[in-house]
């Protein structure tokens, strides 16, 4: 325990040290991304900050094959382990001061971030957390005080299990079942969304419309896009309230998911089962933002969420007959989503490695038989559905935010400590370190040990991704996973007056942080629930493709939809570029050539510029639309400059024949 806790510390300390050394550069990201991305994003050189979870990953590497060369060699915990855990307390409320401040929050005013019915996170002051922290406490006493009363504690377990059921299927029905509604959207919040959707879902439908796999880039699920465009191949595309409803029936699996996976794992512990559920149920509910921000939802998180809860029900069972189930699972993960399905085969490595009940090359073997499995299940998939067998590399090669994210895309720096964040990583940090050291002095892990530093070794691989963009919104996938780690926090104070009672440093992390979070984002959720249950019918004049929107936001699409068609109709093959790349399609069925379908998303790189002026050029497009600069459906300023660009670049064979019905109609020199 005294060693992996030195050793947690040390490396929290070379990261931070790390970040703080290694000074961005401004430059860099201006030369490497597109000038509008750099500024639309806010965008960070964040390589410092990964490299120093790099590091952390690499001295965790470097020392566990150091204390492997070295082992069996057990690491007793010396005397002042005990004089650390009576004043680990005192510590943690310290360093819980230090980090509110550290954020530069302020001390009062409290803001729900949220875009129409769906809630994106809670920004609460100083004074807030503070109070909700003491509440928190209070909550702890009242547990302990019910524990000494039997009856009374089973009531209040079963009236909170029910509410809990109620919660989550009141959010689990009215986001899946009612009409998405955009009230009070602005043109430039739904380019936001469309810009998401463009870049993700709607790789689904153009794999229906019968491109092939591979030519297509994909942002966020392999798997799911070859799925739905199946689907949509056979019944039709969507329309955008369709596929927000996909993505909210994702979210209710997952909902549904983490109560199971977290039920099965804590077993006859309510409380920790409590605990663990609503600290992420409003993250991962149907109500939330995410449906709108594809890469925030199920559509790139289902695989994982469902990938945690089969080593939940499967871990205690034989590892000859878990390897395989693993790996076939590891691989649809993978499938699924690339990013998160490797940091979650890496957790399941570490677990076979860590069960060795035969020989290790026995498990490997049969994780990778299973592995295989699921790749072959893909492609039988694809051929069935598609009519072609998947090109593998081509597959690879059409999923390029993993590269993107690595070279710093969309990058934000630290600015300051988030309590929760440093409480999950630092937990994670300090297993992970504890299980090498336990492994190195020749213990033989059960399961659940097993499974418990496997999924710690998850948290810290994939805090890759919160390093690489520190923000609330980035910390949830965490959250989910840490929910299976959390049950070492749900332990109730001793019994005795409850001034008598000592809270360690457990019930510190629980009051101050855990129960914060909770309440905060429960608030949130619930709000979104009150909101969604308040919408009234929508009028036929404001659905536009499913969804609700305001009028007046309404009628300005439908007259852009009709102009977009009328131009298809008198001009023949044309190109057209907006902030409104995912509707126009759908509500036209006007699509142009380009493998681009939203320009001003894809090129991301300074250098693919020139390559889209090539591509423009190769259509040899009797017309070039941009929207009209003027107009409210124009987007963000970024949209507005990058499309300026793209047309002063096209300027030496398409001239400006004038705007056009909220499109600046651009057609080839010399045509009539």
């Not at 209040?156 to 059921?165: D, H, K, Q």
């Not at 099965?264 to 663990?276: E, F, K, S, T």
């Not at 299976?484 to 008598?500: N, T």
Request: include cysteine; charge should be positive; charged fraction near 15%.
């Amino acid at each position: 325990m005294f060693w992996a806790a030195l050793a947690c510390a040390v490396l929290l300390l070379i990261a931070a040290a790390v970040v703080r050394l290694i000074p961005p550069d401004p430059a860099y990201l201006r030369a490497t991304f597109t000038i509008e991305h750099v500024e639309l994003l806010g965008m960070f050189d964040n390589r410092g900050q990964q490299w120093a979870h790099r590091i952390v990953v690499l001295l965790l590497a470097l020392l566990a094959a150091a204390l492997w060369i070295a082992r069996p060699r057990a690491y007793p915990n010396p005397p002042v382990t005990h004089f650390g855990l009576r004043y680990a307390g005192v510590a943690v409320l310290i360093m819980y001061v230090a980090a509110l401040w550290s954020e530069a929050r302020p001390f009062v005013g409290d803001t729900m971030i949220v875009q129409g019915r769906y809630g994106l996170f809670p920004a609460l002051s100083i004074r807030t957390l503070l109070l909700l922290g003491l509440f928190g406490l209070l909550l702890l006493h009242i547990w302990a005080s019910l524990s000494a009363q039997e009856r009374l504690a089973r009531l209040v377990t079963r009236l909170a299990l029910g509410g809990t059921v109620a919660y989550l299927l009141a959010l689990a029905s009215y986001g899946v079942l009612k009409q998405p509604g955009f009230g009070n959207f602005t043109p430039g919040l739904l380019s936001g969304v469309e810009w998401h959707y463009t870049g993700s879902v709607a790789s689904a439908d153009r794999i229906a419309a019968g491109e092939r796999l591979g030519e297509v880039q994909i942002h966020a699920s392999i798997l799911g896009s070859v799925l739905l465009g199946i689907w949509e191949r056979a019944t039709g595309v969507l329309d955008f309230g369709g596929h927000i409803r996909v993505l909210a029936t994702l979210q209710a699996l997952m909902l549904l998911t983490a109560a199971l996976a977290y039920g099965v794992w804590y077993r006859g512990r309510p409380g920790a089962w409590l605990v663990a559920l609503l600290l992420v149920v409003p993250w991962i509910q149907p109500l939330q933002a995410a449906v709108l921000y594809p890469n925030q939802s199920g559509w790139r998180f289902l695989a994982l969420g469902a990938g945690l809860a089969v080593l939940a029900f499967t871990h205690a069972r034989a590892i000859g007959a878990v390897a395989p189930l693993l790996g076939f699972v590891g691989g649809l993960a993978l499938l699924w989503n690339p990013e998160t399905g490797i940091v979650l085969n890496g957790a399941y490595v570490v677990f076979v490695v860590l069960r060795r009940a035969q020989p290790l090359w026995r498990n490997a073997t049969f994780y990778a038989t299973g592995f295989a499995g699921a790749f072959l299940l893909f492609a039988l998939i694809a051929r069935a559905g598609l009519g072609y067998w998947p090109d593998v590399v081509a597959l690879a090669q059409s999923v390029p935010l993993i590269g993107n994210f690595s070279k710093g895309y969309g990058g934000l720096p630290f600015r300051g400590v988030d309590p929760i964040a440093l409480l999950v990583f630092a937990h994670a940090l300090y297993l992970v370190l504890r299980g090498i050291l336990d492994w190195a002095s020749g213990k033989a892990f059960s399961a659940r040990e097993a499974a418990t530093v496997a999924l710690a070794a998850l948290i810290v691989a994939w805090a890759a991704y919160y390093f690489k963009a520190p923000h609330t919104w980035n910390l949830w996938s965490s959250l989910l996973i840490y929910g299976f780690l959390i049950g070492e926090l749900v332990r109730a104070p001793g019994a005795g007056p409850w001034w008598r009672r000592p809270l360690s440093a457990r019930h510190l992390l629980l009051g101050f942080v855990i129960i914060p979070a909770i309440v905060a984002t429960s608030v949130m959720a619930l709000a979104s629930l009150a909101r969604a249950a308040r919408q009234p019918p929508c009028p036929a004049a404001q659905s536009v493709s499913g969804v609700c929107l305001p009028t007046e936001l309404a009628d300005l699409l439908r007259a852009k939809a009709d102009a977009l068609k009328a131009h298809a109709a008198h001009h023949g093959r044309i190109l057209y570029f907006t902030a409104h790349p995912y509707l126009m399609p759908q509500m036209t069925g006007v699509v142009h050539p380009l493998r681009q379908r939203d320009a001003f998303a894809d090129i991301v790189f300074a250098a693919e510029f020139g390559q889209l002026v090539s591509d423009v050029h190769a259509t040899d497009a009797a017309c070039v639309l941009f929207d009209d600069p003027g107009s409210q459906l124009s987007g963000y300023e970024a949209h507005r400059r990058f499309y300026a660009r793209l047309r002063a670049a096209l300027s030496d064979r398409y001239e400006p024949r004038g705007i056009q019905k909220g499109w600046d109609v651009n057609c080839r020199k010399g045509a009539a």
